[in-house]
T-cell receptor, first 115, second 114 residues
Framework: EAGVTQSPTHLIKTRGQQATLRCSPISGHTSVYWYQQALGLGLQFLLWYDEGEERNRGNFPPRFSGRQFPNYSSELNVNALELEDSALYLC??????????????FGPGTRLTVL | DQQVKQNSPSLSVQEGRISILNCDYTNSMFDYFLWYKKYPAEGPTFLISISSIKDKNEDGRFTVFLNKSAKHLSLHIVPSQPGDSAVYFCAASGFSGGYNKLIFGAGTRLAVHP
């Protein structure tokens, strides 16, 4: 069974541009999560989508946005890129059991570099 | 404000010995805790979790201990193997933030040497 996939692996942009990152969840998973891992820091929660709806959002400015498509894949868009947006962006997916915390399975990440 | 802290950036252990990785949290509303392992160029992999109604959970060589009064948890790996060399992240969640919103620590790099 294929795991979570992300594209591209690396992305280089200049300040002020827009970046689009893509994620395909594990087959059967309806929830997708986005995290940012800046250098030397832990993963910071960005967004959670389930069944096409945004369910929760981390403490990030509105220029970080995303969406989830009917096939449950997801896009993360970062507008007006700033140098400090350079980071590893990780996508995860899970089932939603309706119970407590659902195990999240992570993709390999997209390394975004803003010059 | 770091709600989940892993104060040791690195740990070196000899093969066959015990590895103990520590994690502290500040938010008393957290009631579910997880450990993830990350190899270079790969995404984090779920290792083990514990609910706040328990103080210990075991899975093979991995045991997680939770001390709620101290807001502290630890991951024990016995015996440690070279393949355990990776970065280990502690994560927490709770009702107030949303159960599926994981708050991660900065990670501890474990090196297991022969």
């Amino acid at each position: 069974e294929a795991g979570v996939t992300q594209s591209p692996t690396h992305l280089i942009k200049t300040r002020g541009q827009q970046a689009t990152l893509r994620c395909s969840p594990i087959s059967g998973h309806t929830s997708v999560y986005w995290y940012q891992q800046a250098l030397g820091l832990g993963l910071q929660f960005l967004l959670w989508y389930d069944e096409g709806e945004e369910r929760n959002r981390g403490n990030f400015p509105p220029r970080f946005s995303g969406r989830q498509f009917p096939n449950y894949s997801s896009e993360l868009n970062v507008n007006a890129l700033e140098l400090e947006d350079s980071a590893l962006y990780l996508c995860a997916s899970s089932l939603i059991s309706g119970g407590h915390t659902d195990t999240q399975y992570f993709g390999p990440g997209t390394r975004l570099t803003v010059l | 404000d770091q709600q989940v802290k892993q104060n040791s950036p690195s740990l070196s252990v000899q093969e066959g010995r015990i590895s103990i990785l520590n994690c502290d949290y500040t938010n008393s509303m957290f009631d579910y805790f997880l450990w993830y392992k990350k190899y270079p160029a790969e995404g984090p992999t779920f290792l083990i979790s514990i609910s706040s109604i328990k103080d210990k959970n075991e899975d093979g060589r991995f045991t997680v201990f939770l001390n709620k009064s101290a807001k502290h948890l630890s991951l024990h790996i016995v015996p440690s193997q070279p393949g355990d060399s990776a970065v280990y992240f502690c994560a927490a969640s709770g009702f107030s933030g949303g159960y599926n919103k994981l708050i991660f620590g900065a990670g501890t790099r474990l090196a297991v040497h022969p």
